[in-house]
């Protein structure tokens, strides 16, 4: 069974979009990748939220599509050419069955990222804005050369204005 796949892929080229079954685990060789979602305005108007954001080293899913086979709600959009090696959800519940070895790997996997996104969620609930934008600079220190400004204000929680204000206080 040929079981991982490399694919060579453009900016701006989605993984994942809202009413698609997320079937693939993605490990991200090169570029930069965030996950997203669309909040609806009172005047049905709809702002980009972004979630999260994944390097070089990093592996990528939708958590809640993947596992439960129910469609997501979220964007998964590359912002870089990007080379990522995947496998997909039967794959990958085939290297469980023929091998049990593998299952730890998964359980290790999946309590990593499970603990990241209850970190960002903390933070973006106990932190202020100087503080969420100092941590995300200290994790990820060339983010502001590889992902748009207002991509960064959006995950942070604040308008590209603040985030320009919090810029210019570290420089």
Do not use: C
């Not at 592996?59 to 912002?79: N, W």
């Not at 999946?110 to 933070?123: G, H, I, M, P, V």
């Amino acid at each position: 069974m040929k079981t991982l796949r490399r694919e060579v892929l453009p900016d701006k080229h989605w993984l994942l979009q809202p009413g698609q079954v997320s079937d693939r685990i993605y490990f991200v060789e090169q570029g930069v990748v965030r996950g997203y979602y669309i909040k609806q305005g009172l005047q049905g108007d709809g702002r980009e939220v972004t979630s999260w954001f994944m390097r070089e080293g990093d592996f990528i899913i939708s958590i809640i599509s993947f596992y439960t086979r129910q469609p997501a709600r979220e964007y998964i959009e590359l912002l870089e050419d990007s080379i990522v090696w995947s496998i997909s959800y039967d794959q990958l519940q085939q290297l469980y069955r023929d091998f049990p070895e593998f299952n730890a790997v998964g359980r290790m996997l999946t309590e990593k990222y499970y603990a990241l996104s209850e970190l960002r969620t903390q933070n973006l609930r106990m932190q202020t804005a100087p503080e969420r934008y100092s941590q995300l600079t200290n994790d990820f220190p060339d983010i502001l050369q590889r992902v748009p400004l207002k991509h960064i204000a959006s995950h942070l929680g604040i308008s590209p204005e603040t985030l320009s204000r919090l810029r210019g206080r570290r420089n």
